[in-house]
């Protein structure tokens, strides 16, 4: 499966972004789907993440009540609905996908084998 993530941009503090993920290939609802951000000088991190059938999401404490992850099957797509965005939330968001991640691995980044490239979010203050 290929990916590929759009939706990026500059906000201002307490603005709103959705990203997309929309993905090419078979099986699509089969995959679990992530999201990934990465700020400048620092190791990318786990978002959130949502099985694949949408049942079962995940998120970091630090974006709870915040972001809202979802999926469209039918669509091959995956959001990430962020809202009051703060300006520690810039960076590069990546979205990822895999078949295999169990509940125990859904923020693990090793889990996911299939990656976007990635859209910029810059937040400003």
């Known amino acids: 499966v290929q990916l590929v993530e759009s939706g990026g941009g500059l906000v201002q503090a307490g603005g709103s972004l959705r990203l997309s993920c929309a993905a090419s290939g078979r099986a699509f609802g089969s995959y679990v789907m992530g999201w990934f951000r990465q700020a400048s000088g620092k190791e990318r991190e786990f978002v959130a993440a949502?099985?694949?059938?949408?049942?079962?999401?995940r998120y970091d404490n630090s974006v709870k009540g915040r972001f809202t992850i979802s999926r469209d099957n039918a669509k091959n797509t995956m959001y990430l609905q962020m809202n009051n965005l703060r300006p520690e939330d810039t960076a590069v968001y990546y979205c990822?996908?895999?078949?295999?991640?169990?509940?125990?691995?859904?923020?693990?980044?090793?889990?996911?084998?299939?990656w976007g490239q990635g859209t910029l979010v810059t937040v400003s203050s």
């Open positions: 990822a996908a895999d078949p295999s991640v169990i509940r125990s691995t859904l923020a693990s980044q090793t889990a996911y084998h299939h």
């Open positions: 949502i099985s694949w059938e949408g049942i079962t999401t």
